[in-house]
Structures are given as structure tokens and as C-alpha cells.
């Protein structure tokens, strides 16, 4: 596997990262960062969130992801990330299209989770702690 060195606003520095290389990895990075700015928000965030669709979630997201690459760098950004921002890299990196849902409020993702065919819902699902800690709700 290889990796190579990502510069992003969000974390302000250089690093080696084994997800680099993904389409969402401006993203990883900024959760990653946002969990080491707030610990305490993560923390509380994971303790709403943690329920049977989460669960479903995150075992679709990783049977989603089947490339051996894909594995690594969500196992290597599983590693450095908090618990509840673990959810948000696991669609980061199985599906580049939940990079789509960043923007959406916790409201709209709890629609969607509810609403939305899979992936999408499992999408919604596994950002929704993201949201929460994102817009304060």
C-alpha cells in the first residue's frame, strides 16, 4: 500500500496518512482534526448515537469495503480517530458519495436514516454523529 503526504485547511499540517490517496481524504482529515479540537463533543455525540442502525451502518460499511486498500485506510483512520468520529470515516472511506452528506443537518440525516435506501441511509447513519457535533444539535 502506499501512501502520500496530504496538506489540508482544516488540519493546518503535513501528514503520511494511509488514506491519502482516497477521494474523501480532505474529509477524513477534517473529522480527524475536529475530533482532536473537541473530545468532549465527540464523546457526548457517541453516546446519543450508538443504536441497532448505527450498528447496521458500520457492518455495511465494511462489508462495502472489500479493496484491501480501502480496508487499511479505514482501519488506519479507525486507529487515530475517536469512537463516534470512527462512524464518519467509515462512510469517508467505503463510499465516496457520503462526502454528499457532510453539509446535511442532523435533522435531514435523521430523515434519510429513516427514509433513504441503502447505502444512503447507512451513509446517514454513520455521519449523523459528524452532524451533531458539526451544528451543535
Known amino acids: 500500500m502506499t501512501t502520500k503526504t496530504t496538506k489540508t485547511a482544516e488540519t493546518a499540517e503535513t501528514a503520511e496518512t494511509a488514506w491519502a490517496h482516497l477521494?474523501?481524504?480532505?474529509?477524513?482529515?477534517?473529522?480527524?482534526?475536529?475530533?482532536?479540537?473537541?473530545?468532549?463533543?465527540?464523546?457526548a455525540v457517541w453516546d446519543a448515537a450508538w443504536d441497532a442502525a448505527q450498528r447496521a451502518a458500520r457492518r455495511a460499511a465494511w462489508d462495502a469495503a472489500r479493496d484491501?486498500?480501502?480496508?487499511?485506510?479505514?482501519?488506519?483512520?479507525?486507529?487515530?480517530?475517536?469512537?463516534?468520529?470512527?462512524?464518519?470515516?467509515a462512510a469517508l472511506v467505503t463510499w465516496d458519495s457520503s462526502a454528499d452528506l457532510l453539509e446535511c443537518t442532523p435533522d435531514v440525516?435523521?430523515?434519510?436514516?429513516?427514509?433513504?435506501e441503502p447505502p444512503v441511509c447507512h451513509q446517514a447513519a454513520l455521519l449523523l454523529p459528524y452532524t451533531i457535533v458539526r451544528f451543535g444539535q
Open 68 to 89: 484491501g486498500a480501502q480496508r487499511a485506510a479505514w482501519d488506519a483512520a479507525r486507529t487515530a480517530a475517536r469512537t463516534a468520529a470512527r462512524d464518519a470515516i
Open 23 to 43: 477521494p474523501n481524504a480532505r474529509h477524513i482529515d477534517a473529522v480527524l482534526a475536529d475530533a482532536r479540537k473537541r473530545p468532549r463533543a465527540w464523546d
Open 109 to 116: 440525516l435523521r430523515a434519510m436514516i429513516d427514509l433513504a
